[in-house]
């Protein structure tokens, strides 16, 4: 690969990051936010497959570990992360992973994507609900996996299907414009 591809694949690393950071920042508070976070992450992996798309992932959590304000209430440092709702972000890395090598492999088609990102997501649910548990337990006092779910992911199931209905749907009109540009 020459240095123009390399180049390519760094802008949309960057790009994807980007993304995610501005999609954290819209919110509507709540124990855990509803933002537009997995609909960015969705996008990005489902556009730039695994490999550049858990680079984004990881580039984005590196930004907030330093203190960059890009998390949800422009939150930043190793606290957002370590805190209760920190295992959701983590949680990305599952999703980003799981939707990137769905695409690479099977194909950008929305009967492909969209259950890859449902069980991204899920597997986003169960790591974040766990560290939830741990961390609120912690500082809290104990909590039961059902007030866990009824806080942190029943709540979010529906605006998540939209977020992967519009991720599906953006995918599809985008990637015939940037997959053959992405320097792979």
């Known amino acids: ?12 690393c960057a790009m994807g990051i980007a993304l995610i950071a501005c ?9 855990v936010p509803f933002t537009l976070q997995t609909f960015a992450v969705c996008l990005v992996t489902a556009l730039l497959g ?3 798309g858990l680079v984004s992932v990881a580039g984005y959590l590196l930004l907030g570990l330093v203190g960059a304000p890009v998390f949800s209430g422009f939150k930043g ?8 709702t920190g295992g959701y972000l983590v949680g990305f890395l ?5 939707v990137g090598l769905a695409a690479d492999r099977f194909g950008r088609r929305v009967r492909i994507l969209a ?5 991204g997501i899920a597997l ?10 741990v961390a609120y ?4 006092g104990p909590i039961g996996v059902g007030t866990a779910l009824g806080w942190c992911v029943f709540p979010y199931l529906i605006p998540d299907g939209v977020k992967i209905v519009l991720a599906c749907l953006l995918c599809r009109r985008l990637y015939p414009l940037i997959g053959k540009g992405r320097g792979t």
């Open 1 to 12: 690969m020459d240095n123009r591809g390399k180049t390519g694949q760094l802008t949309a």
């Open 23 to 31: 999609c954290s920042w819209l919110s509507i508070p709540a124990t």
């Open 50 to 52: 695994w490999k550049m």
């Open 77 to 84: 440092g190793l606290g957002a992360l370590l805190g209760p």
């Open 94 to 98: 599952f999703t980003a992973l799981t």
């Open 115 to 119: 259950p890859a990102m449902a069980l």
């Open 124 to 133: 986003c649910y169960v790591f974040g609900t766990a560290w939830f548990i």
């Open 137 to 140: 337990s912690r500082t809290s």
